[in-house]
């Protein structure tokens, strides 16, 4: 069990660029979740994966961002066209899901931040 | 809607001492119930989790959490704090078929 990794941990962009994040979640876990955390709050859900499949996205996640797990494996998440709004650090965490019971377990987290 | 509170945003207890962080919840679903720990610029580690069956779990690094499901709360519990324990503490909801909600979380501060 390698944990939950993140790639990269920390980001400086300037606004209006892209940027995008890698997550690679424990090997046998189908399920893969994005949240986004700012200082002194708890984490917010964004998005997440059962396998490929991305089956809701929250209300925070703007048309300018979009998430892929292409082969049910690691997941990308990009930020298209950055604002300092969106500076945060954003988690992963992945799961298994067994006997309708699930624990997700968190990376280290990418924290981006736009000048 | 689902929701849950950490009434104390931040705590501080002296080395040695008993810690209690409080964790309330609103939740329309009978909820599972998770305690995770989160160190500056760190991911958040798992502490406990409770799912069904007795209501006071154990956990990693000597901390406890009691389910009352009267009080619709799930408070974190230690006997005696160590330096180490200083991060911030998050309380989550979760049930099946339903996404988790975390609470503001309880910074600790452990004084020597």
């Known amino acids: 069990d390698t944990g939950v990794s993140q790639d990269p941990r920390h980001k400086i962009t300037k606004r209006g660029q892209n940027v995008t994040f890698r997550c690679d979640p424990i090997?046998?876990?189908?399920?893969l979740y994005w949240y986004r955390q700012t200082l002194g709050q708890g984490p917010e859900f964004l998005t997440y994966?059962?396998?490929?499949?991305?089956?809701?996205k929250s209300r925070l996640l703007s048309d300018r961002f979009s998430a892929e797990r292409p082969k049910g494996s690691f997941s990308t998440l990009e930020i298209q066209r950055t604002e300092q709004g969106d500076s945060a650090m954003y988690l992963c965490?992945?799961?298994?899901?067994?006997?309708?019971?699930?624990?997700?377990?968190f990376g280290p987290g990418t924290r981006l931040l736009v000048l | 809607a689902q929701s849950v509170t950490q009434p104390d945003i931040h705590i501080t207890v002296s080395e040695g001492a008993s810690l209690e962080l409080r964790c309330n919840y609103s939740y329309g679903a009978t909820p599972y119930l998770f305690w995770y720990v989160q160190s500056p610029g760190q991911g958040l580690q798992l502490l406990l989790k409770y799912f069904s069956g007795d209501t006071l779990v154990q956990g990693i690094k000597g901390f406890e959490a009691e389910f009352k499901r009267s009080q619709s709360s799930f408070n974190l519990r230690k006997p005696s704090v160590h330096w180490s324990d200083a991060a911030e503490y998050f309380c989550?909801?979760?049930?099946?078929?339903?996404?988790?909600?975390f609470g503001p979380g309880t910074r600790l501060s452990v004084l020597p």
């Open positions: 994966f059962q396998n490929e499949a991305q089956l809701e």
């Open positions: 965490a992945s799961s298994l899901v067994r006997d309708a019971k699930e624990t997700q377990y």
């Open positions: 989550a909801v979760g049930a099946w078929g339903q996404n988790f909600v």
């Open positions: 090997s046998e876990h189908n399920r």
